[in-house]
């Protein structure tokens, strides 16, 4: 099993940028499928993006599409979310997610490995 561990959160006012980072454990990250979700204060969590093992396929929720980009850096464990252009919606406490397969997943179900959360407050 993977541990995850993510950093970077904070508060922004509308229009700046954050970067989320996720530190997994271990030397088999390369050998996961990550993601990253999301839940918003009185709602369900929701699927943001992912990655595949190698970084070749990512996918997105329609809500960030040109917003946000995921990436990964095997060599450090660590797998980011780029997040331009925040908008007061996209509050909420943003957790990083990895799977043991290499295709990358987008429900809830698909992972099996979870970080602690972390919060991403976005102000008017």
């Known amino acids: 099993q993977v541990q995850l561990v993510e950093s970077g959160g904070g508060l922004v006012q509308a229009g700046a940028s954050l970067r989320l980072s996720c530190a997994a454990s271990?030397?088999?990250?390369?050998?996961?499928?990550a993601g990253w979700f999301r839940q918003a204060p009185g709602k369900e969590r929701e699927f943001v993006a992912a990655?595949?093992?190698?970084?070749?396929?990512?996918y997105y929720a329609d809500s960030v599409k040109g917003r946000f980009t995921i990436s990964r850096d095997n060599a450090k464990n660590t797998v980011y979310l780029q997040m331009n252009s925040l908008k007061p919606e996209d509050t909420a406490v943003y957790y990083c997610?990895?799977?043991?397969?290499?295709?990358?997943?987008?429900?809830?179900?698909?992972?099996?490995?979870w970080g602690q959360g972390i919060q991403v407050t976005v102000s008017s």
């Open positions: 997610a990895a799977r043991y397969e290499l295709r990358a997943g987008t429900r809830e179900s698909d992972f099996g490995s």
């Open positions: 271990g030397r088999t990250f390369s050998n996961y499928a």
């Open positions: 990655i595949s093992w190698s970084g070749g396929s990512t």
